[in-house]
């Protein structure tokens, strides 16, 4: 059973990790649905995220070697630092310093209270709303060549707010781009593009810390490995799907989803039927 399980989990990851409805939610609420009825844990959740970023680095390859490259180059004088791509490098690892420093405080924190359903479904309607208002009072003007060093910080800081289930890293990305005037389309792509450092960083630390122990929560070693392969070729598919979508439609079906999904979750609890 456990293997069916971490099927669907794997599944579960890869469908919402780039949607702006966050995939720590979702696997926290399916956890309870599932015949174990356990949350899978933040390591699980943690080393499952590397299939999904890797599928980005494949996605986005091109863009991703031409900053690199141009980062590079722009360390040996061989590219002005003003390069647009040479800057974007730069901003990236700027912008990925909160999240990690967040993550290592409160690393206790994020492992037990915030995986708390009430916060979970808090965070699913709050941030549902906050994306509705962004994505119908931002100019979205803004290019990815436009970014500065105050956006890059600001894009930062609303990364780290994903270390709660609930607020979803590529939602609270895409809301602060919109709010600072950027299009769906540049808020989304740089929204991948900064998670990059911050997944592979979280997912392969908790993959070594579970590195010779039987199994991190429900789930073992071989088994978080196949629902991480599974979310690699699901999260593919999805991220070209949604960046032909947010190119022509707005956010509003994902902030009726998120609060739907909130306010289901508020009346489980409330119910009894589910344990937080």
């Given at each position: 059973m456990n293997w069916i399980e971490a099927i669907i989990l794997?599944?579960?990851?890869?469908?919402?990790?780039?949607?702006?409805?966050?995939?720590?939610?979702?696997?926290?609420?399916?956890?309870?649905?599932?015949?174990?009825?356990?949350?899978?844990g933040a390591a699980f959740t943690a080393i499952t995220q590397l299939g999904t970023e890797t599928a980005v680095i494949i996605y986005f390859w091109r863009d991703i070697a031409r900053i690199i490259g141009h980062w590079a180059l722009s360390l040996v004088g061989r590219v002005d630092r003003s390069d647009p791509d040479a800057r974007m490098g730069w901003l990236i690892i700027l912008g990925s310093l909160p999240i990690g420093v967040l993550g290592l405080l409160l690393e206790d924190w994020i492992d037990t209270e915030f995986r708390s359903l009430w916060i979970t479904a808090t965070m699913l309607v709050v941030f549902g709303v906050i994306l509705a208002a962004a994505d119908r009072v931002g100019r979205q003007v803004l290019h990815l060549d436009e970014l500065t060093v105050r956006h890059g910080v600001l894009f930062g800081l609303a990364q780290a707010l994903a270390l709660i289930p609930g607020v979803s890293r590529s939602g609270g990305t895409i809301t602060a781009g919109l709010l600072m005037g950027y299009t769906r389309e540049a808020a989304a792509r740089y929204a991948f593009l900064l998670a990059i450092p911050a997944v592979f960083a979280s997912g392969l630390y908790k993959l070594a810390q579970t590195l010779g122990e039987p199994q991190a929560g429900p789930y073992g070693t071989a088994e978080t490995l196949v629902a991480t392969g599974i979310a690699f070729g699901v999260a593919y598919v999805i991220i070209g799907w949604f960046m032909h979508y947010i190119s022509n439609r707005s956010y509003t079906v994902f902030v009726w989803y998120r609060i739907a999904l909130g306010l289901a979750i508020f009346v489980l609890l409330g119910l009894g039927l589910i344990s937080a």
């Open positions: 794997g599944l579960v990851q890869g469908l919402t990790e780039f949607l702006p409805v966050s995939s720590s939610a979702h696997l926290r609420i399916a956890g309870e649905f599932l015949p174990h009825g356990a949350d899978p």
